[in-house]
């Protein structure tokens, strides 16, 4: 099988959801790890304790389905939270389920993120346009509904 030409690979790049997704996701994460870091946070450990809050020591599959990641990549991400006593894991009666709570530190943390948050989601709104973002999230909310789990 041949490789094909460079002009028809750099239309794949050019075109590739995929690729232009991740590279957008990573601009605007590296934004908002900028402007979280006085809060000792990066972006993913501020989403993931504002979901739990915002669920109420949701189970692990519902928080993993909530951020959009599988149940091993969840556990793995809660542990430097964990080990930094910001959250703590629950296990109900027979160990079968556990939820992800909060603990006193880790609301802490999230009331200290949350003003550096809306710094960064202004900075970005600025940046990309407020008019523009909501239209970009509501085809964004289309392509998680319309591409189904792998």
Same mark, same amino acid.
């Given at each position: 099988?041949?490789?094909?030409?460079?002009?028809?690979?750099?239309?794949?790049?050019?075109?590739?959801?995929?690729?232009?997704?991740?590279?957008?996701?990573?601009?605007?994460?590296?934004?908002?790890?900028?402007?979280?870091?006085?809060?000792?946070?990066?972006?993913?450990?501020?989403?993931?304790?504002?979901?739990?809050?915002?669920?109420?020591?949701?189970?692990?599959?519902?928080?993993?389905?909530?951020?959009?990641?599988? $149940?091993?990549? =969840? %556990?793995?991400?809660?542990?430097?939270?964990?080990? !930094?006593? /910001?959250?703590?894991?629950?296990? +109900?009666? @027979?160990?079968?389920?556990? $939820?992800?709570? =909060? %603990?006193?530190?880790?609301?802490?943390?999230?009331? !200290?993120? /949350?003003?550096?948050?809306?710094? +960064?989601? @202004?900075?970005?709104?600025? $940046?990309?346009?407020?008019?523009?973002?909501?239209?970009?999230?509501?085809?964004?909310?289309?392509?998680?509904?319309?591409?189904?789990?792998?």
């Amino acid at each position: 099988m041949a490789i094909p030409d460079r002009a028809a690979l750099q239309q794949a790049v050019r075109i590739c959801a995929c690729f232009n997704l991740r590279r957008a996701a990573r601009a605007v994460t590296r934004l908002y790890d900028e402007v979280l870091a006085p809060g000792g946070l990066r972006s993913t450990q501020f989403v993931a304790l504002v979901a739990i809050q915002a669920e109420g020591s949701p189970p692990l599959p519902r928080l993993a389905r909530t951020l959009g990641v599988d $149940r091993s990549t =969840l %556990t793995r991400n809660l542990q430097p939270l964990v080990r !930094r006593g /910001l959250i703590e894991m629950e296990v +109900a009666k @027979g160990g079968r389920i556990a $939820r992800a709570k =909060l %603990t006193t530190r880790g609301e802490s943390a999230l009331e !200290r993120s /949350l003003p550096l948050w809306r710094e +960064a989601q @202004g900075r970005f709104e600025d $940046r990309v346009g407020a008019d523009a973002w909501r239209s970009l999230l509501e085809r964004l909310s289309s392509v998680v509904t319309s591409v189904p789990d792998a």
